[in-house]
């Protein structure tokens, strides 16, 4: 007996659509009927699930995205911080080859975007949060591999910013190249850090 893969519902696929779109053109260029219809659905159903509009919708495609990176950044963590660090690395390259170089981060979209008001929007507290998640487990991994707590603390939050600005210099130079220098220099790093 096959067991199959449940297809994503509605609300799923609405979400990564938004996701893909502010990776591909930012939050502020995209509308709320642009990224209902990347995703294949009615702009009536977009707002059901998404009452709150664009903020709430760029909101769960920013949790969505950093979930999706979390869970494979845990797994991979699991065989060392080095390995954590390929995957972080493997799993961007794909985005940005696989977009022929018209896609990034949708985390790092909506944290460079301006706010239209003085407050700050959920989808920005996301960011942030995600970022902070990352940084987490990368920190912790490294950690359990003998480095000290601040220096793992202080490399984590290197390795996230080093990889989330490669993206933008691959998307800019349409090359991988920066993230194969980026690589080399952070596993580097890693291993003058950890212990074993």
């Known amino acids: 007996m096959y067991v199959t893969k ?6 799923e696929r609405i979400v990564a659509g938004a996701a893909d779109m502010i990776s591909r053109r930012g939050l502020n260029a995209t509308s709320i009927r642009e990224m209902a219809k990347h995703a294949r659905a009615p702009l009536g159903s977009t707002y059901h699930y998404f009452p709150e ?5 760029a909101t769960e495609a920013v949790r969505f995205t950093g979930e999706w990176t979390a869970r494979s950044l845990r797994k991979e963590l699991e065989a060392g911080p080095v390995a954590g660090l390929r995957a972080f690395l493997a799993l961007w390259r794909k985005i940005v080859v696989d977009s022929d170089f018209r896609a990034g981060c949708p985390v790092l979209a909506v944290s460079i975007e301006e706010p239209s008001s003085d ?3 959920a989808a920005l507290a996301a960011a942030a949060d995600v970022f902070t998640t ?3 487990l990368l920190a912790d991994s490294l950690r359990e591999h003998g480095a ?3 220096q793992a603390a202080q490399l ?4 996230v910013a080093a990889v ?3 993206v933008a210099m691959c998307r800019a130079k349409r090359s991988t190249q920066p993230l194969d220098h980026t690589a080399e220099q952070l596993q580097a790093l890693i291993l003058a850090t950890i212990k074993d």
């Open 6 to 11: 449940p297809s994503p519902s509605a609300r």
């Open 53 to 57: 509009g664009k903020q709430q919708l």
């Open 119 to 121: 407050e700050t929007p």
């Open 134 to 136: 990352w940084e987490s």
């Open 148 to 150: 000290e707590p601040d």
């Open 156 to 159: 984590a939050t290197l390795i």
């Open 164 to 166: 989330e600005g490669t």
